[in-house]
């Protein structure tokens, strides 16, 4: 179906308007989901290039500076998602307008799915006479900054567009992946699993009464590929799974499957799973060790302690009634500074990582992205800030002779949704270990090896447990897996008992999914690691009844 305006609002569910609370006014919104045919997301991307989509943006900033705001942004979002399949794909697609008024400290936000001139200012003047009411009742004086107009289009980089891609040809190569898998062998069965496989195509254009009007494409492209292999040992079957590394999901276009040698992977994924069949367990025993953490687990513990912990709004408690505070909170300056890991601990973060999820040019309130360090030499020496929460920082970055600016981490992924600090792409920068997880495992006499699993934190971001497939370590040799095994952490310790951090010869990369605000919106980012040496690391038996 050829998608315009005037069939999009006839198409699209109206909902009852949601409930009006103070820093919010919606009206009826709602998205589009059809069987689609082989083009119909394709021929509908005229919709936010034309000059009906700049007109409308470039009105709302207007006359919300007319009634007051010394700030305002105003953005259309248009959001596609496929789920290829052999037999058709399911399109989802939904298209917003959001408007956010700053008076006297305060924002105050209107958002519709109706894209019309009169619409703009009608959401215009509901988000600044939300703002003027919400000024009376929570008067700031906080400074926004003042920032350069933003002019331009920027894309992900991709080599692909998965949505010019027809949707048979998709399946048709998902499907052929399955004769990468060994043909009959008796007592023996083989099974390769896609999960949560999407494309998805983010169009925004934002207009600020700074003078910015840009636009800017995000690709995200990725699924959970796995292989599972069942043996029947001795009369029993037995099975185990191994999962791809080349799938995971980022910022990338179908060049992620096209251009893989996924084909060629598939054998050593069952290759994998077949060795783990026949290793043998047995019950971890409680204690204190040496943990050899791969670079996939380690990225996960710098999302648990440094990721959403980490942004300056959950710090000073604006999120504790949503999202939760941080261990970091809530005397933020107090923390700046001082030692948080070892000195090797160097943690990085961006919006500029090369297929990173949170990889963009510009935020969602008029702030050009940049890369800066969070951790240094094992000192904590920044946080995750917008426009409205840099001048939090301005003491500390007067005392550092740095310039008092956002870090550019407001991000907002559907005009329906209030911009708001996320965490960016984060990076375990190199230190001066050993090049990989083997050669860490080699050089221990006796500790445990943490190869792959999940990390977790409290609702605090405090304490935390990691658990998955695990092995003992004797004389620099892998043993028997580990059954029950967990380790647990304090996020305020953990950094100081690292030891040891490889030299970047081995890296990963995990995608991170996380959720704050009411109503509650998504953030995806990236995080890239070096495997780890954790010394006298807690670990504890899952299985054990109390």
């Not at 900033?61 to 399949?85: C, E, M, N, Y």
């Not at 601990?345 to 510009?362: V, Y």
């Not at 971001?461 to 043993?479: C, E, K, P, Q, S």
């Amino acid at each position: 179906m050829k998608l315009n305006r005037r069939n999009f609002l006839q198409s699209t569910s109206v909902l009852s308007a949601a409930a009006v609370i103070p820093t919010l006014h919606t009206r009826g919104f709602g998205s589009i989901s059809e069987y689609a045919d082989l083009t119909g997301a394709e021929n509908s991307s005229e919709l936010m290039s034309s000059d009906l989509i700049n007109q409308c943006v470039l009105r709302a900033v207007d006359v919300a500076k007319s009634a007051g705001a010394s700030f305002a942004d105003a953005r259309i979002t248009r959001s596609v998602g496929q789920l290829p399949r052999n037999d058709g794909t399911i399109d989802t697609e939904s298209i917003t307008f959001g408007v956010r008024a700053y008076v006297n400290g305060v924002y105050g936000f209107a958002a519709s799915p109706f894209i019309d001139v009169d619409e703009a200012a009608f959401l215009a003047q509901s988000a600044v006479s939300q703002a003027k009411i919400n000024s009376q009742i929570f008067p700031r004086n906080i400074e926004l900054g003042s920032y350069p107009a933003i002019k331009g289009e920027w894309s992900t980089p991709i080599k692909i567009d998965p949505f010019k891609i027809p949707v048979q040809e998709k399946g048709d190569f998902l499907d052929s992946l399955q004769g990468s898998l060994p043909k009959f062998v008796p007592d023996k069965f083989f099974k390769l699993l896609f999960h949560q496989l999407v494309v998805t195509r983010l169009e925004k254009v934002v207009a600020t009464t700074e003078g910015s009007l840009y636009k800017q494409t995000l690709y995200e492209t990725g699924a959970t590929l796995k292989v599972t292999v069942q043996h029947r040992i001795d009369g029993s079957w037995q099975a185990a799974t191994a999962e791809s590394q080349e799938t995971k999901r980022c910022g990338a276009g179908w060049e992620l499957y096209a251009g893989s040698t996924l084909h060629d992977h598939i054998p050593s994924l069952v290759q994998e799973a077949e060795k783990n069949i026949n290793l043998y367990s047995e019950p971890v025993q409680v204690g204190k060790y040496d943990v050899i953490i791969s670079a996939d687990v380690a990225s996960a513990f710098v999302a648990s302690t440094f990721g959403d912990a980490a942004q300056l709004d959950r710090i000073a408690g604006y999120e504790a009634n949503a999202g939760g505070t941080s261990y970091l909170g809530p005397d933020y300056l107090s923390n700046l500074g001082t030692s948080v890991g070892s000195p090797e601990i160097n943690i990085r973060a961006d919006r500029s990582m090369h297929r990173g999820l949170a990889t963009t040019k510009w935020d969602d309130e008029g702030v050009e992205t940049k890369d800066y360090d969070l951790v240094k030499d094992g000192k904590l020496i920044d946080y995750h800030t917008g426009r409205d929460m840099s001048g939090f920082m301005s003491e500390w970055y007067k005392k550092q002779n740095r310039e008092v600016r956002s870090n550019g981490c407001s991000r907002s992924n559907d005009g329906v949704i209030v911009p708001m600090i996320h965490t960016p792409n984060l990076t375990l920068m190199p230190g001066n270990g050993a090049g990989t997880f083997e050669e860490m495992v080699a050089s221990t006499k006796r500790g445990v090896a943490f190869i792959y699993g999940n990390v977790g934190t409290d609702f605090q971001y405090r304490t935390g447990a990691g658990n998955g497939f695990m092995r003992d370590i004797r004389d620099g040799v892998l043993g028997p897996v580990l059954t029950g095994a967990q380790v647990l952490f304090d996020s305020r310790t953990f950094w100081k008992s690292v030891k040891e951090v490889g030299n970047g010869a081995e890296t990963s990369r995990r995608p991170v999914f996380t959720k704050k605000g009411e109503p509650e919106q998504s953030n995806n980012y990236t995080v890239q690691s070096v495997p780890l040496r954790v010394a006298e690391m807690a670990v504890v038996d899952g299985n054990r009844k109390a």
